[in-house]
């Protein structure tokens, strides 16, 4: 592709892996619970939803009050909340500081467009905040994904022309969102997981800008 004029990554799955850590205090829930849930569900249904929408799923139609609900959200996040408490800012992607800066001395802006009310806590753990020109969490908008509206967002957190940016999504819900945001979508994970990714990378770790766009 051209080169654009900023790039928006999605944080969870792409840029460190607390998707596994979202999965580890969804796991928790499900035993408390004794529901029944493996890593292939999570990686099929919940990767990159957000926590009510993963909840819905994770409940799978066993019926509970509304109050019930926000208290299932709210434990999970507290569990969460335990395992992020430990991270450090080795658990950026090998190479993923060196790229961040790669694209910003070429002049590309950078952003975050992330679904996570744990954004910046996360963001702060990793000594990340400084690479972004921009960030979207999920305090930004009301739709998440696959809506494309916090990928919108964080380009108008740039002020970069949504035709002009790139995405950068480990979920299919994210790629659907960054799609009908109208910017080019770039996956990070196995090719099947994605059905309208412009190109897919297995991982974001030790790549170069260059590879991003070939
Ligand atoms: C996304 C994660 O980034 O954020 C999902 O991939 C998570 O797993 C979603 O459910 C919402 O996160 P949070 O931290 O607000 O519960
Ligand atoms: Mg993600």
Redesign the pocket.
């Known amino acids: 592709m051209q080169k654009p004029q900023a790039i928006i990554f ?4 792409v840029l460190t892996d ?2 596994e850590y ?2 580890q205090a ?1 796991k928790h829930l499900a035993d408390d619970e004794g529901i029944p849930f493996t890593h292939e569900e999570n990686d099929a249904h ?6 009510r ?2 909840l819905m799923y994770l409940l799978k139609g066993r019926s509970v009050s509304a109050s019930q609900l926000t208290e299932m ?1 709210e434990r ?2 507290r569990y ?1 909340n335990e395992l992020i408490k430990q991270m450090t800012p080795n658990e950026v992607i090998e190479g993923g500081r060196e790229l961040l800066q790669e694209i910003r001395d070429a002049g590309i802006k950078t952003a975050v467009a ?6 910046m806590v996360v963001l702060e753990r990793l000594e990340l905040v400084r690479y972004f020109d921009g960030i979207a ?2 305090y930004s908008v009301v739709h ?2 696959p809506a494309p509206d916090v990928f919108v967002y964080a380009a108008g957190t740039v002020h970069v022309p949504v035709s002009a940016c790139l995405g950068v999504e ?2 299919d819900a ?1 790629i659907e969102s960054i799609k009908a945001a109208g910017m080019v979508a770039l996956g990070i994970g196995p090719k099947e997981r994605f059905q309208r990714a412009d190109k897919v990378l297995s991982t974001l770790a030790r790549h170069r800008l260059q590879d991003m766009l070939d």
Request: charged share 30%.
């Open positions: 999605d944080l969870d799955g607390t998707s979202h999965y969804w919940l990767r990159g939803v957000g926590r929408e993963s959200m999970k996040n969460y992330s679904a996570s009310k744990n954004c969490d999920g998440g994904k480990d979920a994210g």
